[in-house]
């Protein structure tokens, strides 16, 4: 039988305030078992961009990062939020090692080619993209990985990748070794039928629910790539994926989801 381990992914209107980010740091303290974070911080890039006065540009859910934006990002995410992060967690007791894609080489990432927009230094992931084997060493001497939205491409160059993939991606990759349970945390207590409703949360989410519920434009913005990415998960040996308030994990409302 597989061990277990759980994945936990913060996004950044949580990071941003920094009580919620610690009260989400105790409870993720509490999880007992192996485990995984992966943070991003989206918003507070975004904030900091503004206050250099560069206009942030996303586009489909992925932030274009031209090599100033890079050098802002990269101190953001993997410097003063991966270790704020870190230091939190051994304060609560967590043995926390922070992690960018570049150290131990462990998610080698190749830079976004689509024809119609050019991302700049996005990194998409594939499938050889995770060292798992490395991951694992990290766990089994006890370590908790923290993981930051920057990687590399092996040739020198940082790169700049959603949040969620790389969640999602990790999750994948460890499946093989593990049963994976993934947890999309965020500011909401799941996926909302009304999304001025908090209370309209979504309790389970089937492939043709998805279908249906993007069709009609229930589900939108940030909330698309983030089920593409915990549908994937599923897809390829992850055993649960929920998505959830980052503040209550051990409460009752929460979306999951599965393949049928
Ligand atoms: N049906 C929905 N239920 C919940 N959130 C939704 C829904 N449709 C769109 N969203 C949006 O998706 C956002 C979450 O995605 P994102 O901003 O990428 O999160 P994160 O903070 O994890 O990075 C929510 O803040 C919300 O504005
Ligand atoms: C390429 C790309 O879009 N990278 C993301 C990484 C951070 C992220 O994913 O943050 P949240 O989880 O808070 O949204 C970005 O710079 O916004």
Redesign the pocket.
């Known amino acids: 039988m597989k061990a277990a381990l759980k994945i936990y992914?913060?996004?950044?209107?949580?990071i941003d305030r920094v009580s919620d980010l610690l009260e989400f740091l105790r409870l993720f303290a509490n999880v007992s078992g192996p485990k995984i974070l992966v943070h991003?911080g989206?918003?507070g890039a975004s904030e900091m961009m503004a206050r250099l006065g560069i206009v942030p540009r996303m586009l489909h859910?992925r932030r274009i990062t031209d090599a100033v934006t890079l050098d802002i990002v990269t101190m953001f995410y993997a410097g003063k939020t991966n270790k704020q992060i870190v230091a939190a967690l051994q304060a609560v007791g967590v043995n926390a090692l922070g992690l960018s894609g570049a150290d131990g080489n462990v998610i080698l990432a190749t830079k976004r080619l689509v024809r119609e927009v050019d991302y700049g230094f996005v990194g998409d992931l594939s499938e050889e993209s995770i060292n798992a084997d490395m991951v694992r060493q990290f766990l089994e001497i006890g370590l908790t990985p923290v993981f930051c939205p920057i990687n590399h491409d092996g040739q020198g160059q940082l790169l700049n990748t959603n949040?969620?993939t790389i969640a999602a991606s990790l999750a994948k990759a460890l499946s093989k070794q593990y049963s994976v349970e993934l947890h999309?945390c965020?500011?909401?207590h799941?996926?909302?039928?009304d999304?001025i409703d908090e209370k309209s949360v979504i309790p389970t989410i089937t492939l043709a629910n998805y279908a249906e519920?993007k069709e009609s434009g229930?589900?939108?913005?940030?909330?698309l790539?983030?089920l593409e990415n915990a549908f994937d998960a599923l897809q390829f040996g992850v055993e649960k994926v929920i998505i959830e308030h980052a503040l209550y994990i051990d409460g009752a409302l929460k979306t999951t989801l599965c393949l049928n």
């Open positions: 992914k913060i996004g950044g209107g949580i991003g989206g918003k859910g949040a969620d999309f965020f500011e909401k799941g996926v909302l039928a999304i519920l229930i589900i939108a913005d940030g909330m790539p983030k």
